[in-house]
């Protein structure tokens, strides 16, 4: 189904579960997410999705069991509107929804790496002489918490060279990835009630991190230079505040200077740390890597880097760098999340690191993006002409294409996902809802030119 180019957003939503129900995709009995959790996931109002579920209630499509939920009916015997061949459902009949997700995709997901690139016989090498040099001593718990003190001075060099960074490696505590740093973070500086500032839009998964501890959560938006400072609030004094500055997720802008000295005035006023995620900055398409914004207040800035984007998300190793009163803090946290991270991985990264093959993988890898990236621009350009415009897309892994006046919804994704072609709309990032809807978020890390054609063609027959 292609919802008509003039239907509501109510039409579209009411549509969508309808033919589903008569598709068979529903079957009868099948209890259909909250009106809060519909809504939150379409990103539209609550109110819209009642309206919705009434409706179909009313056609006899639904019914609503008191203090149970929301449930598709038994509608008889009309058969589906579409039928699949026989042979196709023969052959898929016995393939389970993992299996199913794994067949061939085109998935132009934001801030995620080629996998197809990892240097993976450098990385088995420096595992194998990890082994080969493993005294018993390291196969027991680390003395330190912090992490491998061997990986924590490579990335104390690591951000030396790449961002112009001055750190210790007492100051460094490894983490299970950017997740973990942000939830132990969350866990050290908020209780329930206290107010957390947070860009809007954002990662989904920051949003829900910073909600679990019940704190107080204020959406400050962001423009072309970032996060608005001038927007922060003035009646409350936040514990702290998520930022970022050298490449916005998911918007792409850097946070520019006179905004980093308003911002860093703003939290010392106010007694509040500053959370600076940099994520992907290292992939800068031209001129050097934004520097990071600890440089100008290391005792007011808790800086979060994770090695998923510039390696492989499945190494689960990221890093908080700490202001000197927060590290024996943090330390003791991640003490009762999980006692250590795994010692092998982090000394096969450490070596990994200090043999060389980092720093060349990263620059192998931004000629390889920006091959994508251009490849994507162009594909965008020649589709949609200027029906499209594009933007945040001077580093990282994504861009931003916006067709202003036309729909880009979740709804626009669900259809495609139907051809396999898995899109990611802005809106899905946002706190505030319906102000991105014309906008979608394109990475092109994981996608080879080819895929990147025949997804923009697939995209032109819904946008």
């Excluded at 792409?252 to 900055?281: H, K, M, T």
Aim: charged share 25%.
């Amino acid at each position: 189904m292609q919802p008509g180019r003039n239907e509501t957003k109510t039409r579209q939503v009411y549509s969508f579960i309808r033919d589903r129900i008569m598709q068979g995709s529903y079957k009868a009995g099948t209890s259909l997410p909250s009106t809060r959790e519909l809504a939150k996931e379409l990103g539209v109002s609550r109110a819209l999705i009642v309206e919705v579920y009434e409706q179909l209630t009313a056609e006899g499509f639904l019914e609503g069991k008191q203090g149970s939920g929301t449930f598709v009916r038994d509608i008889g015997t009309s058969r589906p509107l579409h039928i699949q061949p026989e042979e196709h459902v023969a052959r898929n009949e016995n393939v389970s929804p993992a299996a199913e997700n794994r067949l061939p995709s085109i998935d132009f997901r934001p801030s995620f790496p080629a996998l197809e690139h990892i240097p993976f016989q450098k990385w088995k090498r420096a595992a194998m002489d990890v082994y080969h040099d493993l005294p018993p001593s390291m196969l027991g718990y680390q003395e330190d918490m912090a992490g491998d003190i061997e990986l924590r001075q490579a990335i104390c060099e690591h951000l030396l060279h790449i961002k112009g960074l001055h750190c210790l490696p007492s100051q460094i505590i490894v983490t299970a990835g950017a997740t973990q740093a942000f939830s132990i973070l969350s866990k050290l500086l908020l209780r329930p009630g206290e107010t957390v500032a947070i860009e809007d839009p954002t990662a989904t998964f920051i949003y829900n991190l910073f909600a679990e501890t019940n704190a107080r959560i204020i959406p400050v938006p962001v423009d072309d230079n970032g996060l608005c400072v001038e927007q922060l609030p003035t009646d409350v004094k936040p514990r702290c505040i998520f930022v970022t500055p050298s490449h916005q997720f998911p918007f792409g802008s850097i946070l520019s200077i006179s905004r980093r000295l308003q911002l860093l005035d703003y939290a010392r006023s106010s007694g509040a740390y500053i959370i600076e995620d940099d994520y992907d900055s290292e992939f800068r398409y031209g001129g050097m890597p934004v520097h990071a914004l600890r440089e100008l207040d290391a005792e007011r800035v808790i800086y979060v880097g994770t090695f998923s984007k510039n390696m492989f998300p499945a190494l689960r190793l990221g890093y908080i760098v700490a202001p000197q009163e927060l590290a024996g803090p943090i330390v003791q946290l991640k003490r009762t999340n999980d006692m250590q991270c795994p010692a092998l991985s982090q000394l096969t990264l450490a070596r990994f690191m200090n043999e060389g093959h980092l720093k060349r993988h990263i620059l192998r890898m931004k000629r390889i993006y920006n091959k994508r990236r251009t490849h994507l621009i162009t594909a965008l350009t020649e589709t949609f002409g200027e029906k499209v415009q594009i933007s945040g897309d001077a580093a990282g892994l994504h861009l931003i294409a916006t067709w202003p006046g036309r729909n880009a919804d979740l709804l626009t994704a669900m259809e495609l996902e139907e051809h396999r072609i898995k899109i990611y709309p802005a809106e899905r990032y946002t706190i505030r809802k319906d102000q991105y809807n014309e906008s979608l978020i394109m990475g092109f890390g994981n996608v080879n030119e080819t895929q990147i054609t025949e997804g923009v063609q697939t995209l032109a027959q819904f946008i």
